[in-house]
């Protein structure tokens, strides 16, 4: 499966390490080669060095495919955002959108992602923020696409429950405009709290997501994302990393 030829990890994975050498050496520890870099680990800011940054992770064979999630709130200097991401390469940036300010921010990304050629994937994170429901999520794509689309990630759309929260029901539903996925998986409590599993170990049926995916012919970015355990990571991601590629 062509997916699981690029697939990355967000480097948010490995945020109790700050040096990009560290990082790109842990993505190439877990068996992979693509990464997915959020601003815990590069200022967007400051191009020039972003460049550095990118020639580090070269340096390891590990190819940027997306950088993120970047959030958009109408400011002009976000820009910046997408120079960098076309600097690494990437054909992707995944994204929130602020409530009070998503009209003019989304009609900015899309001139953008004309000017760069780069998709933006919008970020659901659950059903407490913005662009977590699916109601937002529909919105925003309504008026984004074709430029702005879906960055599923698959544990925060369990988080909203089984009737609106199903990722492959949302992978039929966006098919069209599924730019990127953050494969995740969440255990829940009683009371609703959730945990991080190895992806497949928990509520995501993983093997009918892949097989979805397989069949509509999915050619976005996917990246592995686990929170868990911050100061040792790396055992956990192999652990996702052999079950992805288990299920191809």
């Known amino acids: 499966m062509a997916l699981l030829d690029t697939l990355a990890v967000q480097s948010y994975c490995f945020r109790e390490f700050k040096e990009s050498a560290e990082v790109a050496s842990k993505t190439r520890e877990i068996g992979l080669d693509h990464i997915e870099v959020c601003e815990l680990h590069a200022d967007f800011r400051n191009p020039n060095e972003w460049k550095r940054i990118v020639e580090i992770y070269e340096s390891f064979g590990v190819s940027i495919v997306s950088i993120g999630v970047q959030t958009f709130d109408g400011n002009e200097d976000d820009e910046s955002f997408f120079e ?7 054909k992707h940036i995944s994204a929130h959108f602020k409530v009070g300010t998503f009209p003019k921010a989304v009609a900015q ?14 970020h659901n994170h659950g059903g407490y923020l913005f662009g977590g429901s699916p109601d937002v999520v529909e919105q925003l794509i309504g008026l984004g696409s074709p430029q702005v689309g879906l960055c599923m990630d698959t544990a925060w759309a369990l988080q909203i429950g089984p009737n609106n929260g199903n990722p492959i029901d949302w992978a039929n539903k966006y098919s069209e405009f599924l730019y990127g996925i953050h494969f995740k998986d969440f255990v829940f409590d009683r009371n ?12 995501l049926d993983l093997p009918k997501l892949l097989a979805t995916l397989k069949a509509q012919g999915f050619d ?10 911050p100061e040792n990571p790396v055992p956990a991601l192999k652990a996702c990393v052999e079950k992805m590629r288990s299920l191809a």
């Open 84 to 90: 960098c991401a076309a600097i690494a390469g990437a």
């Open 109 to 122: 990304v899309r001139s953008w992602c004309d000017k760069y050629g780069i998709k933006v994937g919008i």
């Open 192 to 203: 609703g709290a959730w945990k991080d599993t190895v992806v497949g170990d928990g509520n």
């Open 220 to 229: 976005g970015v996917g990246i592995l994302e686990y929170e868990a355990d």
